[in-house]
C-alpha cells in the first residue's frame, strides 16, 4: 500500500517569513495529493490540492508542488501570519477508484513567531 | 448549519464499557468515513461507507463496528473499549466514492478510556 513521509514533523518560523513543509509518497500510481490544516481543538480542512497532471498550484500565500519523477510534493506558504499556526497534514491516494483511500502523512506542527 | 456533525463531543468512560458515536451529514454525499487520531496527531481511516455499503474496513479491531442507515448516517459503535482505543475518532464525508475527493470533516469526538 501507499507509504506518505512528512517532514519536518515540527517548524518554527519568523512571522512574514516563508514555510516549507516537504512529503515523499512510495505509489507511483498515486495521482491526488492534497493538504489538510488542522487547527488547534479542530477539524483538518483541506486548504489546497494538486493533481498529477500539473507540477505547481498557488492560492494566494500557499502553494503547491509536484515532482512525480522524484515522487514528492511539498507546500509552501509564503509571509507567514499568526493564524497559519496549525498541523499540517500531506495526503496521497489514486483517485477515481472506489475502494482506495487517503493516506495521510505524519503531520507537521508550524508555529509562526510573531 | 453543520455539513458533517458527530455527538457526542467528548466521552470519558472506563474500560469494558460499549459506546457509541453517532454521525451526520447533510452535504448530500454518497460517501462517509471513520477516521482515528492518535495522540501524536497520526490520522488513520478506519472505515469507509459509499452508499450504505462498505468499501474499506482497516486494519480495525473487530470490537469496533460501523452501521450505516442510510448515506446520511455513520456511526460508530465501540464494545469493551480498551485504554488503547482512548483518541480522537473523526467522522467525515466527500461526494463520490472515489479518493480524489475532498473530504469534509466533523469536529471529533473526543474518546478517553480510564
Known amino acids: 500500500g501507499e507509504n506518505v513521509e512528512q517532514h519536518p514533523s515540527t517548524l518554527s518560523v519568523q512571522e512574514g517569513d516563508s514555510a516549507v513543509i516537504k512529503c515523499t509518497y512510495s505509489?507511483?500510481?498515486?495521482?491526488?495529493f492534497p493538504w489538510y490544516k488542522q487547527e488547534l481543538g479542530k477539524r483538518p480542512q483541506l486548504i489546497i490540492d494538486?493533481?498529477?497532471?500539473?507540477g505547481e498550484k498557488k492560492d494566494q500565500r500557499i502553494a503547491v508542488t509536484l515532482n512525480k519523477t522524484a515522487k514528492h510534493f511539498s507546500l509552501h506558504i509564503t509571509e507567514t501570519q499568526p493564524e497559519d499556526s496549525a498541523v499540517y497534514f500531506c495526503a496521497a491516494s489514486k483517485a477515481n477508484f472506489g475502494n482506495e483511500k487517503l493516506t495521510f502523512g505524519t503531520g507537521t506542527r508550524l508555529t509562526i513567531i510573531p | 448549519d453543520t455539513a458533517v456533525s458527530q455527538t457526542p463531543k467528548y466521552l470519558v468512560t472506563q474500560m469494558g464499557n460499549d459506546k457509541s458515536i453517532k454521525c451526520e451529514q447533510n452535504l448530500g454525499h454518497d460517501t462517509m468515513y471513520w477516521y482515528k487520531q492518535d495522540s501524536k496527531k497520526f490520522l488513520k481511516i478506519m472505515f469507509s461507507y459509499n452508499n450504505k455499503e462498505l468499501i474499506i474496513n482497516e486494519t480495525v479491531p473487530n470490537r469496533f463496528s460501523p452501521k450505516s442507515p442510510d448515506k446520511a448516517h455513520l456511526n460508530l459503535h465501540i464494545n469493551s473499549l480498551e485504554l488503547g482505543d482512548s483518541a480522537v475518532y473523526f467522522c467525515?464525508?466527500?461526494?463520490?466514492?472515489?479518493?480524489?475527493?475532498?473530504?469534509?470533516f466533523g469536529e471529533g469526538s473526543w474518546l478517553t478510556v480510564v
Open positions: 505509489d507511483s500510481a498515486s495521482n491526488y
Open positions: 467525515a464525508s466527500s461526494q463520490g466514492a472515489g479518493s480524489g475527493n475532498t473530504i469534509y
Open positions: 494538486i493533481r498529477s497532471n500539473v
